[in-house]
Antibody, heavy 120, light 106 residues
Framework: EVVLVESGGGLVQPGGSLRLSCATS????????MNWVRQAPGKGLEWLSY????????SYADSVEGRFTISRDNAKKSLFLRMDSLRAEDSAIYYC?????????????WGQGTLVTVSS | SSELTQPPSVSVSPGQTASITCSGD??????VCWYQQKPGQSPVLVVF???KRPSGIPERFSGSNSGNTATLTISGTQIVDEADYYC?????????FGGGTKLTVL
């Protein structure tokens, strides 16, 4: 069974930093691209970042480029998102999601999400 | 980056067919997928590559994509299908979501 479990969310002050983790199991993590997607309270889904299976290919949404950094540790089957210079508008549930192998950008498995609140 | 436009809400009676649209420039040239999200839950992929269904997704869910519009169709809509639905497209290492449509079954 494919399982994705996010952690690391919490309350942080504006301008602060946070590192999210996504622990995975049930599939060969090192062969899949992975993504981070967020959802502000009562709002829609917003794609944030992608990292290829090897980590050699990375992309970001304009809204987080330069502030967020995606990374992965294939040995630990884990995905990370380092978030710096956080703003109130970054408050959201953050999901990690697997990129379907051989697909065209569809995200076939999602974690339960971790809540990030940016407030003083 | 491209924008995808969905109607904020769609209503349907149980047993009827629900259609949710997703519009974007030359969307038919890209593959579109659809997610279902129920309150307090994570999104679930229900249609991918325009027309395909993941295993475990009921046959009443289908999709199409042509021109500038992709459509998610739910035939014989059930009460359990009430949820938010999001379209998504992928283009040059950029993922774009539509704004979401709240499907009400009443």
């Amino acid at each position: 069974e494919v399982v994705l479990v996010e952690s690391g969310g919490g309350l942080v002050q504006p301008g602060g930093s946070l590192r999210l983790s996504c622990a995975t199991s049930g599939f060969f993590f090192s062969t899949y691209g992975m993504n981070w997607v967020r959802q502000a309270p009562g709002k829609g889904l917003e794609w944030l970042s992608y990292i290829s299976h090897s980590g050699s290919d990375i992309s970001y949404a304009d809204s987080v480029e330069g502030r967020f950094t995606i990374s992965r540790d294939n040995a630990k089957k884990s995905l990370f998102l380092r978030m710096d210079s956080l703003r109130a508008e970054d408050s959201a549930i953050y999901y990690c999601a697997r990129d379907q192998s051989g697909g065209f950008g569809e995200l076939d498995y999602w974690g339960q999400g971790t809540l990030v609140t940016v407030s003083s | 980056s491209s924008e995808l436009t969905q109607p904020p809400s769609v209503s349907v009676s149980p047993g009827q067919t629900a259609s949710i649209t997703c519009s974007g420039d030359k969307l038919g040239d890209k593959f579109v997928c659809w997610y279902q999200q129920k309150p307090g839950q994570s999104p679930v992929l229900v249609v991918f590559q325009d027309t395909k269904r993941p295993s475990g997704i009921p046959e009443r869910f289908s999709g199409s994509n042509s021109g500038n519009t992709a459509t998610l169709t739910i035939s014989g809509t059930q009460i359990v299908d009430e949820a938010d639905y999001y379209c998504q497209a992928w283009d040059r290492s950029t993922w774009v979501f539509g704004g979401g449509t709240k499907l009400t079954v009443l």
